[in-house]
């Protein structure tokens, strides 16, 4: 299970937790606990990406500490008369370094295409933030056998041109594992990462070497240390498990503290 581009040095890994339309107020301590939990020589870079409610509260908890903030999704514009929506500005504002973009939920429940993807990704950019664009097969084309040319198709038109390693994080997602409890196989996770290596490092050359790919998927404490320990992992995107914090630094535990 080696890659393409084992010469490199390691990629720094990137862990997200992503809470969707989980959390209140009283979740703050939760927050509380995982800043007080993560090691403060951890060698990754460690995300909550909270509901937009909470986001300027756990921004300013997070100042200081090694805890950064993202938000869940954008949109294309940067203000204007779309009511209920949040522009990319807007997050940054609220203290966000990273937007989500692309989710599955998004990509399913409000029909978002690929255009839209890259147009929101293309926005978080505007706004100087990181983009973590998600791709990621359902359990039909998996069956199919189709899931490399659909993961290839959703790299192929949902990255931006301008996209490089410092502002993209790309996450391999697999629709049927999300919140489901179930995982790929890890060679499964692995030669999905090895073929979405290959595809950017084609498009994007070194930046494409560069840029961290992350596995999402009901990653729990139990199944992390394994599937982050793959071949082109570079860190983990995570919903359920990242909402106790508990559980969230069970997963971060996965990358030994930088000595
Ligand atoms: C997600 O929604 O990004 C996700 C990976 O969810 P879960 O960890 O709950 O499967």
């Known amino acids: 299970m080696t890659g393409s581009s084992n010469a490199h040095p390691p990629l720094r890994p990137f862990v997200a937790g992503n809470w969707k339309m989980n959390g209140l107020n009283a979740s703050l301590s939760e927050v509380a606990a995982l800043i007080e939990g993560i090691d403060r020589r951890t060698g990754a870079d460690v995300m909550l ?51 989500i973009v692309g989710h599955s939920e998004r990509r399913a429940d409000h029909g978002e295409s690929n255009a839209i993807v890259m147009a929101k990704a293309a926005a978080a950019h ?15 084309q998996r069956r199919l056998g189709t899931a490399l040319e659909i993961v290839g198709d959703q790299l192929a038109h949902s990255i931006p041109a301008a996209a490089t390693a410092a502002n993209t994080v790309l996450a391999y997602e697999p629709v049927w594992a999300i919140g489901t409890g179930l995982t790929p196989t890890v060679q499964d996770v692995a030669d999905v990462h090895l073929f979405m290596r290959k595809s950017i490092e084609s ?18 404490p139990s199944n992390a240390a394994e599937l982050m320990a793959t071949a082109q992992v570079n860190g983990a995107l995570v919903g359920g498990a990242s909402l106790k914090a508990a559980d969230f630094l069970g997963i971060i535990a996965a990358y030994a503290p930088r000595t």
């Open 203 to 220: 498009r994007f050359g070194a930046q494409g070497t560069a840029m961290r790919l992350l596995y999402g998927g009901s990653v729990k």
């Open 126 to 140: 505007r706004a100087g933030l990181i983009a973590i664009i998600c791709v990621g097969e359902t359990a039909e």
């Open 49 to 99: 990406c909270p509901p937009v409610s909470l986001l300027a509260a756990i921004a300013a908890m997070a100042r200081g500490t090694p805890l950064l903030v993202g938000g869940q999704d954008c949109h294309t514009a940067i203000a204007g008369a779309h009511t209920g929506d949040i522009s990319a500005e807007m997050l940054r504002d609220a203290g966000a370094s990273a937007i």
